[in-house]
């Protein structure tokens, strides 16, 4: 069940100067640090939670039609299915309306069925499916919750402080447990 990421978020939930702020900052030198460790904390809140932050396009690829009928769907949450195709077995792409489809964008992780009937069925074997989704919270930073933003703020400021300082046995895969406790009511279980 890969997914491919098609189109970055073209902001991050902290900006710039939000962080310098958080870290109490005011030269301009670390900034090509700083704006780094943003995108990492942003990258690893998302990868801990499941969910996008800002808006984003991906590829799900799948098999097969669940027998069920509705796929469950990450990173959440889901904006819109933007593109629906079924591969044939020549590997032509055969393209569904995706208004064929309900989409439930409410659910962590949301779910995708076809709306009646059977969804074609693909030709190939593997990869005979392919949905583009746009997910995450919005195109301004404001939309992202503030649990998350926070938690990122705190990444940032960990990573910042803690640059290139590893005690012989420490990990550093530690985290500060406020981060933890920030991600925790946002985090969704695996497929």
Not at 35 to 54: K, P, S
Not at 113 to 130: C, D, L, M, N, Y
Request: net charge negative.
């Amino acid at each position: 069940m890969p997914s491919i990421l098609l189109s970055a978020p073209l902001v991050e939930p902290v900006t710039l100067e939000e962080a310098k702020a958080y870290l109490r900052v005011e030269h301009d030198d670390d900034d090509d640090v700083i704006a780094a460790l943003i995108a990492g904390a942003r990258v690893h809140v998302e990868a801990q939670t499941r969910r996008a932050l800002i808006t984003q396009s991906w590829r799900l690829i799948r098999d097969a039609w669940p027998a069920n009928g509705c796929l469950a769907v990450l990173p959440a949450p889901l904006q819109a299915l933007t593109a629906a195709r079924v591969y044939r077995l020549d590997g032509s792409a055969q393209t569904i309306d995706s208004q064929a489809f309900v989409v439930d964008g409410a659910s962590a992780p949301a779910r995708i069925s076809f709306a009646s009937g059977v969804p074609p069925a693909p030709g190939r074997t593997i990869g005979g499916i392919e949905l583009d989704i746009d997910v995450g919270y919005g195109d301004d930073p404001a939309d992202v919750p503030a649990d998350l933003r926070q938690a990122i703020r705190t990444l940032v400021a960990h990573w910042y402080e803690n640059r290139g300082v590893i005690a012989l046995g420490e990990s550093v895969a530690v985290l500060p447990e406020q981060v933890a406790a920030l991600l925790a009511p946002y985090r969704v279980r695996a497929l």
